[in-house]
């Protein structure tokens, strides 16, 4: 079990940068894959991006492919999500997320969530 808390949203303009941030409370963080999945208003929930326990292995949505960068430090039990060139499309609640199993890219595959961190990227 674990608590997930995503820090680091705000409101930019459009090319801006934001650095999220997961902190989780376990001593077993190594031991989950990690995403991140984001929100946007009037929208289902969608995979954004995710990062195996290892840190070897990561996953990107098209939409944020070559713009967004998922990492993780497993000895502060962090992990983050670093966004780069941001569009107005890019705006949501990012959440973050840790499963135990299954295909990271699935949304069915996590067990924990964060509460959210809005971003809001203005035109």
């Known amino acids: 079990q674990v608590q997930l808390v995503e820090s680091g949203g705000g409101l930019v303009q459009t090319g801006a940068s934001l650095r999220l941030s997961c902190a989780t409370s376990?001593?077993?963080?190594?031991?989950?894959?990690m995403g991140w999945f984001r929100q946007a208003s009037g929208k289902e929930r969608e995979f954004v991006a995710t990062i195996r326990w290892s840190g070897g292995t990561t996953y990107y949505a098209n939409s944020v492919k070559d713009r967004f960068t998922i990492s993780r430090d497993n000895a502060k039990n962090t992990v983050y999500l670093q966004m780069d060139s941001l569009k107005p499309e890019d705006t949501a609640v990012y959440y973050c997320?840790?499963?135990?199993?299954?295909?990271?890219?699935?949304?069915?595959?996590?067990?924990?969530w964060g509460q959210g961190t809005q971003v809001t990227v203005s035109s």
């Open positions: 997320a840790a499963s135990m199993a299954g295909d990271l890219r699935s949304i069915s595959s996590y067990q924990y």
């Open positions: 376990g001593r077993t963080f190594s031991r989950y894959g």
